[in-house]
């Protein structure tokens, strides 16, 4: 698990994740002290090397070379019949800001298990990946969900009609068939992106 931040510190990571989403670029400690509204560049610096001791950021000396966001492993969800994803917190990993929309803290990773996203594009899903989840109550037809059936949960294609959902598997396996849903279900969030196993340092 990774050090706690500062109120401090998180500022200083909040102001460098914003200005990097808004310029696609890593800013410069005279940008990033402009941004705080601090005179000196050097106490930027100070934040910036507690933040890269924490694990938050990583960086080259005079050169930045990604930064990171804390997200947390939160279970462990069924791409096959649905089950209940564990609320128990596994731990954290680093995340490159580059697959964060907006703020890191509505993010979450999810275990994947079974075999039904198989076939999903276009990143298949397989068990023991790591599902990077935007958490939001509503998504676009056509987007991976991790969908809350009767107090359960399945990671599925979304479909919605005008008074029900369908929740389409892309599997190898026949055996999984649509899940029609009509009541009794949510949307806990949209699957952003698939890391493999190799993908991130746990």
């Not at 000396?61 to 609320?87: D, F, H, L, N």
């Not at 697959?99 to 990773?109: E, M, T």
């Amino acid at each position: 698990m990774v050090d706690v931040l500062t109120p401090k510190e998180q500022r200083v990571l909040d102001e460098l994740v914003s200005l990097f989403e808004a310029s696609g670029r890593i800013p410069t400690q005279a940008e990033l002290a402009d941004q705080l509204g601090r005179r000196s560049k050097n106490s930027v610096g100070q934040y910036l090397r507690q933040l890269e001791r924490k694990g938050y950021v990583h960086r080259e000396t005079y050169k930045w070379r990604g930064v990171m966001v804390s997200v947390p492993i939160v279970g462990q969800v069924a791409c096959g019949k649905p089950v209940w994803a564990e609320a128990d917190l596994e731990g954290y990993a680093q995340v490159d800001a580059h697959f964060v929309r907006g703020n890191a803290k509505d993010y979450f990773l999810l275990r994947a298990d079974g075999d039904s996203m198989d076939r999903a594009t276009p990143t298949r899903i397989e068990a023991g990946d790591l599902l990077l989840v935007q958490h939001q109550p509503s998504a676009d037809p056509g987007e991976i969900v991790v969908a809350r059936i009767d107090g359960e949960a399945t990671v599925k294609y979304y479909k919605p009609a005008d008074d029900y959902a369908v929740l389409l598997p892309r599997s190898s396996n026949p055996e999984h068939r649509p899940i029609i849903v009509t009541e009794h279900f949510g949307i806990y969030g949209v699957v952003r992106k698939v890391f493999k196993r190799a993908d991130l340092s746990l």
